[in-house]
Nanobody
Framework: QVQPVESGGGLVQTGGSLRLSCAAS????????IAWFRQAPGKEREFVAA????????VYADSVKGRFTISRDNTRNTVYLQMNSLKPDDTAIYYC???????????????????WGQGTQVTVSS
């Protein structure tokens, strides 16, 4: 497997929850990082959350802090994004991305990620 593969998107009402999964490639060398980005129609791709594979250090966008939780299961090479208290503004295609050698100050910038999944649609109805 070369590209990460996302799953778990769907339609949910405001205030509901979803859990996204990212089946990662298993590349774990260096500052291996997996992140979630999202892109809504007509908007730029936006950082959501990231996790360092080795240290489990996590970083969140201010817009999701306290509502979303990123975690990893190294036995399954899978990263999860638990999304609670969803809002219509969370509606977007969510992408999983992998990168290595990314320093913390650059972790929110999508240009540093080398491998991307196809995305999974999340729709939050009002």
């Amino acid at each position: 497997q070369v590209q990460p593969v996302e799953s778990g998107g769907g339609l949910v009402q405001t205030g509901g929850s979803l859990r996204l999964s990212c089946a990662a490639s298993g590349r774990t060398a260096g500052h291996y990082t997996i992140a979630w980005f999202r892109q809504a129609p007509g908007k730029e791709r936006e950082f959501v959350a990231a996790i360092r594979w080795s240290s489990r250090t996590t970083v969140y966008a201010d817009s999701v802090k306290g509502r979303f939780t990123i975690s990893r299961d190294n036995t399954r090479n899978t990263v999860y994004l638990q999304m609670n208290s969803l809002k219509p503004d969370d509606t977007a295609i969510y992408y999983c991305a992998e990168g290595t050698g990314i320093i913390l100050s650059s972790i929110r910038d999508h240009v540093h990620y080398d491998y991307w999944g196809q995305g999974t649609q999340v729709t939050v109805s009002s």
